[in-house]
């Protein structure tokens, strides 16, 4: 089974969790759109739900497909939301930031009583940092913002600390929806996401980073034929 096969089987087992009269908080990324359209499926066939937006894109298709879509602040708490993920580990900690909507992506899952993470076979690791850690910063001191997150990822024993802006195929900075810009930091290896965590916050420069910790609470992971949710 090719790895598109597996997120859309990981994003139709998620509706299993949605019912009728549910906030959902509706992510970004290729196994979310996914969710988005298979979600959409269920309300053309009479599913009651409000939803909100993790970015720009997401918001677009959603509404394309006839599903509404609100501003987060329309709700005090979000049931569920569910979203992908680039890496996740044992511990059901993640790195996210791919498409750039990190930022927005842990103020919507913070917001929601249970996340539900759905991913493909290649996103389960032992440790995370193969894939390299979006932080979103702002512009101004951008050089010297660059060099603190080397350090960070340094002193929290990080395999390899090569921070670069990201940019696209342009060459212009990629800019989020926030108007920010994200710097991928290349770790090879967190051995210890919670003491980069800290550091990341402590930067000045740094908006948020995409180590999601504590956020979710199931795992749902398409295989051939099916999907599993992972034990917590």
Do not use: W
Request: hydrophobic share 45%; proline share 3%; charged share 25%.
């Amino acid at each position: 089974m090719n790895i598109a096969d597996q997120k859309k089987r990981a994003g139709e087992k998620a509706l299993d969790f949605i019912a009728d009269g549910m906030l959902v908080g509706l992510g970004t990324g290729s196994t979310a759109e996914y969710f988005v359209h298979a979600l959409a499926a269920r309300v053309k066939q009479g599913l009651a739900i409000e939803t909100t937006a993790t970015s720009l894109r997401t918001a677009e298709l959603a509404r394309e497909l006839g599903i509404v879509v609100k501003e987060l602040d329309a709700f005090s708490r979000l049931h569920v939301t569910v979203d992908g993920a680039d890496e996740v580990d044992p511990a059901f900690r993640l790195i996210k930031g791919g498409g750039g909507a990190l930022l927005r992506e842990k103020i919507v899952a913070a917001a929601s009583d249970e996340m539900i993470v759905i991913v493909d076979e290649a996103k389960l690791v032992t440790t995370l940092g193969r894939f390299a850690l979006p932080v979103e910063v702002v512009p101004f001191g951008l050089s010297h913002t660059l060099r603190k997150i080397e350090g960070a990822a340094l002193a929290a024993g990080c395999t390899s600390h090569d921070a670069r802006l990201r940019r696209l195929d342009s060459g212009q900075p990629f800019q989020t929806d926030g108007g920010h810009l994200i710097v991928d930091c290349a770790c090879s290896a967190i051995p210890r996401p919670e003491e980069l965590a800290q550091l990341l916050n402590a930067i000045p420069g740094v908006v948020d980073h995409g180590l999601f910790i504590g956020l979710a609470s199931k795992v749902i992971v398409g295989r051939a034929g099916d999907a599993d949710i992972l034990p917590g």
